[in-house]
């Protein structure tokens, strides 16, 4: 799908994304497919509602994912990227996310999904005002869209999120379906983030000031389900079941 942007390729499936309910389950993911996020906050449109469940986790229960603001720093790019690192410099992370149907769970093809997230300084692409007085206008790394497939994943080649003051760590995202969007966030465990922010090149920065608990963003409707991340040795293994009400 090199050189497709995400607006081609809804048009290519008339009248934008299609949700194909697939016959299957919540399995395990392949390799395949201010201090509200700084000044100004952001909105997410109300529906479609967003149920999640970590993968690998029991997917008929459907534990309920709120919706979260998108923040300031969103940008609709409509660009269709696996790697969206960018030669950015941080502990590379495999990030997957399944889309699902609520109730049945069945995977969700032609969904498009798109994340955004902070570098390994806190710093964010395509604003100015970023930390230290940066200005980033017109650069896109750590963003990107993947559309799902007949499993209803994608995934991502990123780095392990930083960190700035007031958040805890984080990954912004967009779920699209039809003419409808839901959005929120993903965090990761406590555990995994302070081994992480003790290497290079996160240490630089030390740890971050604000835990998950401590989260006033993260707590919007209840704190959701943490992605389940492994530590192969080379990389970290992110993922996370999104179970969407079509």
């Known amino acids: 799908m090199a050189g497709t942007t995400r607006r ?3 048009r290519q499936i008339i009248g934008g994304f299609t949700v194909a309910a697939l016959a299957g389950s919540c399995g395990d993911p392949d390799s395949e497919g201010g201090t509200a996020d700084g000044p100004g906050g952001g909105g997410a449109d109300a529906s479609p509602s967003i149920d999640a469940t970590p993968t690998g986790g029991d997917g008929a229960s459907c534990t309920v994912y709120p919706q979260e603001t998108e923040g300031p720093f969103y940008l609709d790019l409509d660009q269709l990227r696996r790697d969206v690192t960018e030669d950015k410099p941080g502990a590379r992370l495999n990030l997957t996310v399944q889309v699902v149907a609520a109730g049945t769970c069945a995977p969700l093809r032609d969904v ?6 902070c570098d ?18 017109g650069q896109t790394f750590l963003r990107g869209t993947q559309v799902t497939g007949d499993d209803g994943r994608v995934q991502f080649v990123t780095i392990y999120p930083g960190w700035y003051p007031g958040r805890t760590t984080h990954i912004h995202f967009k779920v699209r379906l039809a003419s409808r969007e839901a959005t929120s966030q993903l965090y990761f465990p406590e555990t995994v983030t302070s081994a992480v ?6 240490d630089v920065r030390g740890q971050k000031d604000t835990t998950n608990d401590a989260d ?4 919007v409707g209840g704190f959701p389900p943490l992605l389940v991340v492994t530590d192969t040795g080379t990389a970290f293994e992110a993922t996370l079941t999104v179970t969407v009400a079509s």
Do not use: C, E, K, R
């Open 197 to 202: 922010y003790a290497t290079a090149p996160y």
């Open 8 to 10: 081609d390729f809804g």
């Open 216 to 219: 006033a963003t993260a707590h």
């Open 112 to 117: 498009a999904v798109d994340i955004w997230q």
């Open 120 to 137: 390994a300084a806190g710093v964010y692409s395509g604003f100015p005002g970023q930390l230290g007085g940066l200005d980033t206008t």
